[in-house]
């Protein structure tokens, strides 16, 4: 039987523009005031509407959420997707992945406290498409690191969550008010050293 959702029309350019609003408010509040206290009530406040509003756009507050983890995902996917894609090689696809990350945490760090208090309060990161998708171009990354020689022999899947829980503190850094530059230079330099061949 097919669901409510599923005979929905598609939204218009007006309502989605209005959807990517109230994600951006509901950035804002959690940003300031914790996913816990991010009602739709306080986020119509933000808004300057009813909650009537957001319940029409949202069918529930996780929905809401959800829609917040989808667009910092989106925004990173475009800042540093291009910039692994133009790497001409696998060692540079590697470095730029890891600096355009951190790069990002420092340009968007609303987007990022958001994320990270969402993923805290409800913590199935390891379970979303986005960031599933994301671990995944690192492994085959990596993978045709060793095929192509530019890369040693380790165990992939240790180097990948090396590499997560690497760029994961550098989101609290960034966030405590550290250079995001500085950051990204040392990450870049330890799995360059982590990572090379000793041939190369």
Not at 59 to 77: C, F, I, K, M, T
Not at 79 to 85: D, F, I, Q, S
Not at 119 to 129: D, H, K, L, S, T
Not at 176 to 196: K, Y
Request: overall charge negative.
């Amino acid at each position: 039987m097919p669901s409510a959702k599923a005979d929905r029309p598609e939204p218009t350019f007006i309502q989605n523009a209005r959807r990517e609003q109230l994600i951006e408010c509901a950035v804002d509040v959690i940003a300031e005031a914790g996913v816990e206290k991010a009602s739709f009530v306080r986020i119509a406040e933000r808004a300057g509407i009813s909650r009537g509003v957001i319940s029409y756009h949202f069918g529930s507050r996780e929905e809401l959420l959800d829609g917040v983890v989808r667009l910092v995902y989106a925004l990173g996917e475009a800042e540093v997707g291009p910039l692994v894609r133009a790497a001409g090689s696998s060692r540079e696809a590697l470095l730029q992945f890891i600096s355009g990350s951190v790069a990002f945490y420092g340009a968007y760090p609303r987007h990022m406290k958001a994320l990270s208090a969402i993923v805290a309060a409800v913590p199935v990161r390891g379970e979303r498409a986005e960031h599933g998708a994301e671990m995944l171009e690192v492994h085959a990354l990596l993978e045709e690191g060793q095929r192509s020689g530019e890369f040693r022999r380790f165990d992939t899947r240790i180097m990948v969550m090396t590499i997560r829980a690497a760029l994961d503190a550098a989101v609290w850094r960034v966030g405590a008010g550290d250079d995001a530059e500085v950051l990204a230079d040392e990450l870049r330099r330890t799995f360059d050293a982590a990572t090379r061949s000793d041939d190369r």
